[in-house]
């Protein structure tokens, strides 16, 4: 099954609930209570899905630096892919379909993973779990068995940048910085997570929350162009949120507008102001 998209619709996956070719990831997490998506999980989810934890999962360990959600080792997230029954090594890769219930914000950094790590065949469910239950598809509390597979990591390591990248590069002329959080935090104004306010200098303000609508369905594909229309002329693209993780949502909108020369600074504020 070839996919030409990075978004699919819940009526799109319930016609493929049973294919073979289909693998699906629950993504769903909340920060305030990192055991709330996991236990979601087990009262509901989309039939075959496999659950995948922001902190255990998609994640490394915390460091002194290196942010909030550092990004998780590339053999023990392959291990856990091909537990799940998707594996690169396949005549035929399956397409995997990520959601969550908090306007793609953990989905995409599932989708990003998934491609950092060389595979390209998955999308996000377009409005999340909250589609899929209010379209009234099924929904089921059995857990999938593991799956045995093969994933070779092939890292596409040009597609992050560290500390030291983002203060060589971004008051490049070619070069854009853009801050993924809220506008409150982004003027620091407010800041609930990490122990300083305010952003990296020269920083363009693109909130992640933009890229989808009250319902969290993605806004169409010339609304993402427009929103990014001053920086189409980059030649890169540095993306950055408070730990990594909801800039890739703005990762997914570039993509969705045409322009592929973003990248991600992993440890975004939360590494940066570790060491102010």
């Known amino acids: 099954m070839t996919l030409l998209t990075s978004i699919v619709s819940a009526e799109w996956l319930v016609q493929h609930l049973s294919d073979p070719q289909v ?10 209570d990192p055991t709330s998506g996991r236990q979601q999980y087990e009262a509901a989810h989309i039939p075959g899905a496999y659950y995948f934890d922001l902190n255990r999962d998609l994640s490394s360990p915390v460091a002194p630096h290196g942010g909030r959600h550092p990004l998780p080792d590339p053999p023990t997230l ?3 892919l091909a537990a799940c029954g998707i594996s690169n090594t396949a005549a035929t890769p399956k397409v995997v379909v990520a959601y969550d219930d908090s306007r793609l914000a953990f989905a995409a950094r599932f989708w990003w993973l998934l491609r950092y790590m060389g595979y390209d065949h998955v999308a ?12 009234g598809y099924p929904v089921t509390s059995a857990i999938p068995q593991p799956q045995s597979g093969e994933f070779v990591p092939q890292v596409r390591s040009d597609w992050v940048v560290d500390i030291k990248t983002v203060k060589d590069r971004k008051d490049l002329p070619n070069v854009a910085l853009v801050d993924s959080r809220e506008a409150e935090r982004y003027r620091g104004e407010r800041e609930p997570i990490d122990p300083i306010a305010g952003h990296i200098p020269g ?5 992640w929350m933009d890229v989808t609508d009250a ?3 993605i806004r169409p594909p ?6 990014w229309s001053a920086l189409e002329q980059s030649g890169e693209v540095l993306v950055y949120c408070g730990s990594g993780v909801t800039a890739c949502v703005n990762l997914l909108s570039l993509e969705l507008a045409g322009i592929s020369v973003g990248k991600l600074y ?6 940066w102001c570790s060491y102010l």
């Not at 996000?124 to 379209?135: K, N, P, Y």
């Not at 920083?203 to 909130?207: G, K, Q, S, V, W």
């Not at 992993?266 to 590494?271: I, K, P, Q, T």
């Open 124 to 135: 996000v469910l377009d409005g999340g779990f909250s589609a899929w239950q209010t379209a």
């Open 215 to 217: 319902q969290g369905y």
């Open 266 to 271: 992993a440890g975004s504020w939360s590494d």
């Open 23 to 32: 693998a699906i990831a629950d993504c769903r997490f909340a920060l305030a």
């Open 203 to 207: 920083a363009a303000n693109y909130p």
């Open 78 to 80: 392959a291990a856990k």
């Open 222 to 227: 010339l609304e993402q162009q427009h929103r």
